[in-house]
């Protein structure tokens, strides 16, 4: 069934040491982007929190943002003062030898290597933390997916419904065709026995039946229409496949399109081209409709 490609989704996790909060979002896109706001903890880790998306989703712009907020009481980092107090001896030793008189900043010592270091036990966290963040993932996407499968359900109805106004309508204007063909016959005949009223001319009923004959070729548009309901059935199973279906639907509305324009330029008669005006309005409603299709 169709799958829309918009959607939400959210999961929360409280513990004595963390909140988290993951938010999902999609919305439509011709390819899949994917936006994600991590915090600063769970930077070197985006690849993989986003594949465990990609997995799952084929088109659309997804936005995701991770909230987290640690309830830890104690330092994150502590302050090697061993290897503080070494480095500032060294770089006395280094002053000395060249006779530099330029102040020791403690603000430079401090972003040096290895004085600031987190605790023993951060690196256990962060892949706690992870493994959390990847599962509260899973249950936002799997609501984002059920919104975007229930939203796909409603398109799929409404495209259903337009394909049988358009076959309706379809049906008038194949009525219609041979009437269109005996109304230009007669008012053929009738304008060329007003012509030639008073005139020794005739005009042979030959002559008459390849006018007309031309007239019907001009505007028969009997492959037309088989194609365009052939394009109608095409789309009516393609919205019913277990796949995403986004691209090709769109290739089968630009070809109902193709045909419905060249009715509109074959059609030598008003209410033909009102019906057909008709038929590209709704044809125009479905593509709208498939903007929003995985």
């Known amino acids: ?170 049906d008038k204007i194949e009525t219609r065709a041979p009437v269109v063909v005996q109304e230009y016959s007669k008012r053929l005949q009738n304008r060329v026995a007003a012509l030639l009223t008073g005139t020794p001319i005739e005009l042979t009923d030959n002559n008459l039946c390849r006018e007309i004959a031309v007239f019907a070729e001009r505007c028969d548009i009997t492959e037309e229409i088989s194609r365009l309901k052939s394009h109608l059935y095409q789309l009516q199973e393609t919205i019913y496949l277990d796949e995403p279906v986004g691209r090709k639907l769109d290739f089968i509305v630009q070809e109902m399109f193709r045909e419905t324009n060249t009715m509109c330029a074959k059609a030598n008669d008003s209410v033909m081209l009102k019906d057909l005006v008709d038929v590209k309005t709704e044809i125009e409603k479905i593509r709208e409709q498939i903007f929003n299709i995985e």
């Open 1 to 170: 069934m169709l799958k829309s490609m918009t959607g939400f989704g959210i999961a929360e996790h409280t513990d004595t040491e963390r909140t988290i909060r993951v938010e999902l979002r999609s919305v439509n896109n011709r390819f899949l982007k994917i936006d994600s706001r991590l915090p600063e903890i769970l930077q070197d880790f985006e690849n993989k929190i986003e594949r465990s998306i990609r997995e799952k989703i084929n088109r659309g712009t997804v936005l995701l943002n991770i909230n987290y907020q640690s309830l830890r009481q104690e330092s994150e980092y502590t302050l090697n003062s061993d290897r503080l107090k070494e480095y500032y001896r060294l770089l006395n030793d280094i002053k000395k030898e060249i006779g530099s008189k330029e102040r020791i900043s403690v603000n430079s010592l401090m972003l040096l290597p290895g004085i600031l270091q987190k605790g023993k036990n951060d690196q256990e966290d962060v892949e706690a933390l992870l493994s959390i963040c990847l599962s509260l993932i899973g249950e936002a996407l799997k609501k984002m997916l059920e919104m975007r499968a229930v939203e796909g359900r409603h398109l799929g109805r409404d495209i259903e419904q337009r394909k049988e106004f358009i076959l309706s309508i379809l």
